[in-house]
């Protein structure tokens, strides 16, 4: 006997045991053939139980586990056979060519488990790329009844853990998963280092390793990703999740798969619904929408108004003498003085002075780049109050899904666009009552005035059409739009898409995509 350790055994290496045999030369022709037919079922044996031992290890994880106990019980049966075997040979009843008849079906199954055994070390793979590999050499197998039957137990007992880590994921929003084994992996802690916690928890607390999804779930992947999240996020609201089909079995099946998807996909309806009514009911989404219109799209004409005329001389000034304290003072006032007393949501709004002017948050926009605030800042003392003024509205969770701090900067646009327009037709209506001392004026003299005239007319006519086409023909339909979507979603990304639908066309027809 010549035992091979071609690559060691530490599992974590990658590394395969190999047992060879060498037959002496001087044995029989016909015994050796048959020997070099049974010599194979040791080396296997060997192999399968440096795997076994080496998989059962904490580090190796809950699947490669689970596999090498569903493969120790497999062998049971060798075990069997060989005690069989020995009493038999005790009675001296067994022979070479008897101990190969017995153990003809022992060594086709056995090199079947070697083959997966030496595949998944030389692969060095764990979770889900484990699952991935034993599904697809089902298919292998498909005219070997008997291997690929032993192929389809041992992925079922492989994907039990994997099955439970995905069970408690779409029925309760939880990952359990010690090992890192999961197709959805938590990012909690780099989300709590990040500064907009919330803003970035949707996008960036739960992500897909696409290399840990089993081939047989890969379709349902991003269904398995939303389904949990929807669910975490009613859970983290303080709201009981209860599903009720919570106790359903979730197991693989290779003649079955309809039947774990249509699980998966009540599970998510049921998360989806569960998360839009807590969004929609429970913290008024459609609330806070329409006081956001009110105040950044200029909805609430006698509040603009009166907020205007009342702030315009602070914001006249160059922005770093603007006190703003006095405009936060201002807005409170005209709140209360305006028919918007009556919003509930009217304590959330606030003002805010901000570093750069309109263009700058623009580009800012367009490239996505609102973690490079230091890069784009400008000289503020070059700016005038006018131009860095915007309003602020304070979201809180879970509303901050869908009012992030990147849609609330593309209401901030457009109101800054509306509102500097508003700011140009007010300093026209003044001139345009300065004006009115030319009636005093002969004729001959108010004549002299008559192109500055048309001219300040043509540019009031040019700044109200402006402001009449993105108030009338932009924003009010594609909000009437956005509202029909609305009432038609089926789940928090529908009103996401829709939202984020709504303020880029408004962006993009209000000429705001384009800085030059």
């Known amino acids: 006997i010549k035992e091979d350790y071609t690559l060691g055994h530490q599992w974590t290496e990658s590394k395969i045991s190999i047992v060879e045999f060498e037959l002496n030369e001087q044995i029989q022709v016909s015994i050796r053939d048959i020997l070099s037919d049974i010599l194979p079922l040791a080396s296997s044996y060997f192999q399968i139980q440096n795997f076994v031992e080496t998989s059962s290890a904490e580090e190796s994880g809950q699947v490669l586990q689970a596999l090498s106990y569903a493969i120790s019980k497999l062998i049971t049966d060798y075990y069997g056979t060989i005690a069989q075997l ?17 153990l003809r ?5 056995m090199e079947t488990i070697t083959k997966v055994c030496n595949m998944l070390q030389a692969h060095n793979i764990r979770g889900g790329n484990v699952l991935t590999r034993l ?3 089902i298919s292998l197998y498909s005219g070997d009844t008997n291997s690929q039957q032993i192929l389809i137990y041992l992925t079922q007992k492989a994907a039990e853990p994997y099955m439970e880590i995905l069970r408690l994921w779409i029925f309760k929003g939880v990952i359990i998963d010690p090992k890192m084994e999961f197709l959805v992996e938590d990012n909690e802690k ?7 916690y919330f803003d970035d928890y949707w996008e960036k607390r739960y992500v ?19 389904t949990g999240k929807y669910l975490n996020v009613v859970r983290e609201c303080g709201k009981r999740v209860v599903f009720n089909q919570s106790q359903a079995s979730l197991k693989f099946s290779h ?8 699980i998966i996909n009540d599970a998510y309806a049921f ?18 929408l329409l006081s956001v219109k009110r105040y950044f799209l200029l909805q609430q004409g006698d509040f603009i108004v009166q907020f205007m005329d009342s702030c315009e001389g602070e914001l006249m000034n160059n922005v770093d003498d603007v006190i703003p304290m006095r405009l936060e003072n201002l807005l409170e006032l005209t709140l209360r003085l305006s028919s918007a007393k009556h919003d509930k949501y009217q304590d959330d709004l606030f003002t805010t002075l901000l570093p750069f002017d309109i263009c700058t948050q623009m580009a800012k926009i367009i490239k996505s780049e609102s973690e490079d605030d230091g890069e784009m800042e400008e000289d503020t003392s070059k700016l005038k109050g006018i131009e860095c003024f915007t309003f602020g509205y304070n979201v809180h969770w879970p509303l901050s899904i869908v009012l992030n701090q990147m849609t609330i900067s593309k209401y901030q646009l457009i109101f800054r666009q509306l509102f500097y327009c508003k700011h140009v037709e007010n300093y026209l209506c003044r001139v345009w009552i300065a004006n009115k001392n030319a009636k005093k004026f002969d004729h001959s003299t108010s004549e002299l005035y008559r192109a ?5 007319q043509r540019m009031m006519n040019a700044i109200q059409n402006l402001e009449y086409y993105m108030m009338i023909e932009v924003i009010e339909p594609v909000w009437h739009v956005f509202m029909q979507q609305l009432a038609k979603a089926k789940n928090i990304d529908d009103v996401l898409v829709y939202h984020e639908d709504f303020l880029d066309h408004c962006l993009k027809n209000c000429m705001l995509t384009y800085p030059e």
Request: aromatic residues 6%; charged residues 25%.
């Open 271 to 288: 998360a989806s619904k569960a998360l839009l009514e807590l969004i929609m009911d429970d913290h008024d989404l459609m609330g806070h």
């Open 452 to 456: 500055a005239f048309t001219l300040r």
């Open 208 to 226: 897909i390793c696409s290399e840990k999804i089993p081939r047989f779930l890969e379709k349902q992947a991003d269904v398995i990703l939303r």
């Open 135 to 137: 599904h697809d050499n």
């Open 86 to 102: 020995e009493a038999m040979h005790l009675k001296q009843e067994l022979n070479l060519h008897k101990l190969l008849f017995y």
């Open 255 to 262: 003649t079955d798969e309809q039947n774990y998807m249509n």
């Open 105 to 109: 079906p022992i060594i086709q199954t």
């Open 190 to 196: 780099e989300c709590q280092l990040s500064e907009n």
